[in-house]
C-alpha cells in the first residue's frame, strides 16, 4: 500500500530566489539527503517539482539561455548578481527577469507565500 503525504506543515518559499538556493543546495547533498527530513525544514515541493518547473518554463521560452545559464553560476555562488557592481550588472537584469518569471509560476502553484 503507497501512503501519500500530506503538506500541511510544509513551509513555502518566501520568493523565487530563495527556492532556486534550495533547490541547487539540494542537488548538490541530495545523495546524502535522510529521507525522513530530521535534518531539515519540509518543503512544499519536492526537488523534481522545482526542476519539472524550470524546465517547462525554459521549452517554453520564458527563461532564456542566458538567465538559466546566469541562474547557474550565480547559485553555485550561492547569490544574486549585484546591479551596482559594473560587470555583473547584465547578470542582475537577467537574474531578474528570470527570478521574476519563475515567482509567478511558482506562486501559481502555491509554492511561494
Request: hydrophobic share 40%; aromatic share 12%.
Given at each position: 500500500?503507497?501512503?501519500?503525504q500530506t503538506v500541511y506543515n510544509?513551509?513555502?518559499?518566501?520568493?523565487?530566489?530563495?527556492?532556486?538556493?534550495?533547490?541547487?543546495?539540494?542537488?548538490?547533498?541530495?545523495?546524502?539527503?535522510?529521507?525522513?527530513?530530521?535534518?531539515?525544514?519540509?518543503?512544499?515541493?519536492?526537488?523534481?517539482?522545482?526542476?519539472?518547473?524550470?524546465?517547462?518554463?525554459?521549452?517554453?521560452?520564458?527563461?532564456?539561455?542566458?538567465?538559466?545559464?546566469?541562474?547557474?553560476?550565480?547559485?553555485?555562488?550561492?547569490?544574486?548578481?549585484?546591479?551596482?557592481?559594473?560587470?555583473?550588472?547584465?547578470?542582475?537584469?537577467?537574474?531578474?527577469?528570470?527570478?521574476?518569471?519563475i515567482n509567478d509560476a511558482a506562486?501559481?502553484?502555491?509554492?511561494?507565500?
Amino acid at each position: 500500500m503507497i501512503q501519500t503525504q500530506t503538506v500541511y506543515n510544509a513551509e513555502k518559499f518566501q520568493n523565487a530566489e530563495q527556492m532556486w538556493f534550495w533547490f541547487l543546495y539540494s542537488k548538490s547533498v541530495r545523495n546524502g539527503f535522510v529521507h525522513n527530513n530530521i535534518c531539515g525544514t519540509k518543503r512544499i515541493c519536492e526537488l523534481v517539482d522545482v526542476e519539472t518547473l524550470i524546465t517547462k518554463l525554459y521549452l517554453s521560452g520564458k527563461i532564456t539561455d542566458e538567465q538559466l545559464s546566469v541562474m547557474k553560476k550565480f547559485g553555485d555562488k550561492r547569490r544574486a548578481p549585484h546591479q551596482y557592481i559594473w560587470h555583473e550588472n547584465h547578470a542582475a537584469d537577467q537574474w531578474k527577469r528570470a527570478m521574476d518569471t519563475i515567482n509567478d509560476a511558482a506562486r501559481a502553484r502555491g509554492w511561494i507565500e
